[in-house]
């Protein structure tokens, strides 16, 4: 089974504190995501990464950057957490092929900045 | 701008009836599309894969179509069950480099 597996499932921090989410898949994926979920926004995306060292602007990068270093590995930094930023934090993987491929998600890491 | 749009945004139906969910989108480019279940709090559960040159995939009680001269996409869901609630996400997958677009979702409770 694929796995995709998101350091924390909850997490409180403080404003203007910098934050790093972990994530980590096990099946050598290409292809990595982080994405952000609201209510009544749904899910946006903030980085992805189509390779080692790579990294691509997604809708709403402001206030993010993104590590990664290893191809199983991505990790979203939020230079100095704002309250803004309080979310669910999703991050998947997936293969690189031509014609796409599917893809799979982490538990998710609610964040909460106060 | 692609739009991926849900409908309806919200459904409750009795145990054991048969429902579809629908799923469209503005761009009838070539695209693969992926459903997914949320349930609360929790990440998302990849349901089924259709790539662009299929038209529908199955499996167990589902079946998602694709129709891409249309922009729609259906999920079928067979004799519902209670563990069936859950919010049901459609996304449009690019092909290359694999990015998604989501849908805001149909959020679906099964009544016993």
């Known amino acids: 089974d694929v796995k995709v597996t998101q350091s924390s499932r909850y997490l409180v921090k403080r404003t203007g504190e910098k934050v790093f989410l972990e994530c980590v898949q096990d099946?050598?994926?290409?292809?990595m995501f982080w994405y952000r979920q609201d209510p009544g926004l749904g899910l946006r995306l903030i980085y992805f990464s189509y390779d080692v060292k790579m990294k691509e602007k997604g809708d709403i990068p402001e206030g993010y950057s993104v590590s990664r270093e290893k191809k199983e590995r991505f990790s979203l930094i939020l230079e100095s957490a704002s309250t803004n930023q309080t979310s669910m934090y999703l991050c998947a993987s997936s293969f690189s092929r031509r014609g796409g491929t599917e893809a799979f998600f982490g538990q998710g890491t609610r964040l909460t900045v106060v | 701008k692609q739009e991926v749009t849900q409908i309806p945004a919200a459904l409750s139906v009795p145990e054991g009836e048969n429902l579809v969910l629908n799923c469209s989108f503005t761009d009838s480019a070539i695209y693969n599309l992926q459903w997914f279940r949320q349930d609360p709090g929790k990440g998302l559960t990849s349901l089924l894969l259709i790539q662009s040159s299929q038209r529908e995939q199955t499996s167990g009680r589902l079946n998602a179509s694709l129709d891409k001269s249309s922009g729609r996409s259906t999920l079928y869901i067979a004799a519902s069950q209670p563990g069936d609630s859950a919010t049901y996400l459609c996304?449009?997958?690019?092909?290359?480099?694999?990015?998604?677009?989501f849908g805001q979702g149909t959020e679906l409770s099964v009544k016993p």
């Open positions: 996304a449009l997958v690019y092909n290359q480099g694999g990015k998604l677009i």
């Open positions: 099946m050598d994926h290409e292809n």
